[in-house]
């Protein structure tokens, strides 16, 4: 069985560092890819990053490149998304995915809230 | 960049059929899925590579992508079929993980 399972809910101060993770298994982690989907409070689904496990390349919206860091490590086939400084705005759920062309599989999300 | 531009709301009849539209340049030539979200949950999957449906959709959900238009049509809608729909497409030869819609909203009345 495909599962992706996402760390827990997080919340953090603007300007903390955070990091969340998405654990595969049930299918080649190296053959697929791995991303993340940000869907704010009301509002619809935009693409954070990917990430190819097998040689570690992303790709980034424009709206996020910069600001967030995708990764991967196929020894634990595991999957990260990382914020060096968050800010409010930041506050959202995030899932983790599993795609080829379309999105295979879901994580359960991980809701990070930020706030002073 | 490229983008995506979804009805926000569409409201049908039980038994009735709907269609939700995606636009986008040329949408035609690229390859669409389109999502299923309910309240509180995780996206679904009902329609992907425009037309095609995962093991467990109903054939009443089906889709069509053409010129600057892709549609997912629900036949004989039900009660149950209320929720966000989100289309979504991706180019390999892009430097983006791909583009979304802004989704819609479908209301059974």
């Known amino acids: 069985e495909v599962q992706l399972v996402q760390s827990g809910a997080q919340v953090k101060k603007p300007g903390d560092s955070l990091t969340i993770s998405c654990k595969a298994s049930?299918?080649?982690?190296?053959?697929?890819?791995i991303g993340w989907v940000r869907q704010m409070p009301g509002k619809g689904l935009e693409w954070v990053g990917i990430?190819?496990?097998?040689?570690?390349?992303?790709k980034y919206s424009p709206s996020f490149r910069g600001r967030v860091t995708v990764s991967a490590d196929k020894s634990i086939t595991t999957a990260y998304l990382q914020w060096s400084s968050l800010k409010a705005s930041d506050t959202a759920m995030y899932y983790c995915?599993?795609?080829?062309?379309?999105?295979?599989?879901w994580g359960q999300g991980t809701l990070v809230t930020v706030s002073s | 960049s490229y983008a995506l531009t979804q009805p926000p709301s569409v409201s049908v009849a039980p038994g009735q059929t709907a269609r939700i539209t995606c636009g986008g340049n040329?949408?035609?030539?690229?390859?669409v899925s389109w999502y299923q979200q309910k309240p509180g949950q995780v996206p679904v999957v009902v329609v992907h590579?425009?037309?095609d449906r995962p093991s467990g959709i109903p054939e009443r959900f089906s889709g069509s992508n053409s010129g600057n238009t892709a549609t997912l049509t629900i036949s004989r809608v039900e009660v149950g079929d209320e929720a966000d729909y989100h289309c979504?497409?991706?180019?390999?030869?892009?430097?983006?993980?791909?583009?979304f819609g802004g989704g819609t909203k479908l209301t059974v009345l």
């Open positions: 995915v599993r795609r080829s062309g379309y999105i295979h599989s």
């Open positions: 049930g299918f080649t982690f190296t053959t697929y890819v």
């Open positions: 990430v190819y496990p097998a040689d570690s390349r992303t």
């Open positions: 040329n949408i035609g030539s690229k390859s």
């Open positions: 590579d425009d037309r």
């Open positions: 979504q497409v991706w180019d390999s030869s892009d430097d983006h993980p791909g583009v």
